[in-house]
């Protein structure tokens, strides 16, 4: 079964903090992306990732492969990072469509 | 970097019409499109695959005669949602795939809101 678990569902910060989103997938995959959603519901990608690291500005994201997890943090918050952050992964034997987790609605307090 | 527009954005109908939906890749070739429906307070779910030039591939339980997808060029799908109900408003949301760069290759459009009045 395909299942993908983000936690936390909702969370809340200081403009400044250091935030950690988290992300388990079940079985092998064979990419995970993060997604940023709006309010306005437009979704933007933020990483595709297979192995190792990404970095872009504030954003950080990482995959662990033989723990099945990834984590997406942001560095120095801020308000205007307040949006859902969805975890998606796609497997190559299901002609990699995207499965989603549930997001975690970030807000982030100035 | 790759754009999907998708059109409208927002859209009220009433009951028993038909909506039209478009999503095109503005700088690349989609050969699948992907369809998503998103209730609120939940993750997005996939309705439909469709290939340029091929009929879409709706995943269980989605009635492939109400949400009606067109994929006849490599730059514009579209979904129709025929004989609307209030149980289908919903936000719709497309994402393109450019399959000569993989997995590096989705790109998602803006998304419509749908309401069924």
């Known amino acids: 079964k395909n299942e993908v678990e983000q936690s936390p569902q909702n969370l809340t910060a200081q403009e400044g903090e250091f935030i950690t989103i988290n992300c388990s997938y079940s079985?092998?995959?064979?990419?995970l992306h993060w997604l940023q959603q709006h309010p306005g519901g437009g979704i933007v990608s933020l990483f595709m990732?297979?192995?190792g690291k990404k970095k872009h500005g504030r954003l950080i994201a990482t995959i662990n492969i033989q723990e099945k997890h990834s984590s997406l943090h942001i560095t120095a918050s801020h308000p205007r990072d307040s949006a859902v952050y969805i975890c998606?992964?796609?497997?190559?034997?299901?002609?990699?469509?995207?499965?989603f987790g549930t997001g975690t609605s970030l807000t982030v307090i100035p | 970097g790759a754009v999907v527009s998708q059109h409208p954005s927002r859209v009220i109908c009433k009951s028993g019409t038909s909506v039209k939906i478009e999503c095109r890749s503005l700088?690349?070739?989609?050969?699948?499109m992907f369809w998503y429906r998103q209730f609120p307070k939940q993750s997005l779910m996939l309705m439909a695959t469709?290939?340029?030039?091929?009929?879409?591939?709706?995943e269980q339980g989605v009635e492939k005669d109400k949400f009606l997808i067109n994929h006849a060029s490599l730059t514009l799908s579209t979904l129709t949602v025929t004989s609307a109900h209030p149980e289908d408003s919903s936000f719709y949301i497309c994402?393109?795939?450019?399959?000569?760069?993989?997995?590096?290759?989705?790109?998602f459009g803006s998304g419509t809101r749908l309401t069924v009045v």
């Open positions: 990732l297979s192995s």
């Open positions: 994402s393109a795939r450019e399959g000569a760069r993989g997995n590096y290759g989705y790109t």
């Open positions: 079985v092998g995959i064979s990419a």
């Open positions: 469709s290939n340029e030039g091929s009929k879409a591939t709706y």
């Open positions: 700088d690349f070739q989609a050969t699948t």
């Open positions: 998606a992964v796609s497997y190559a034997h299901t002609g990699n469509q995207f499965y």
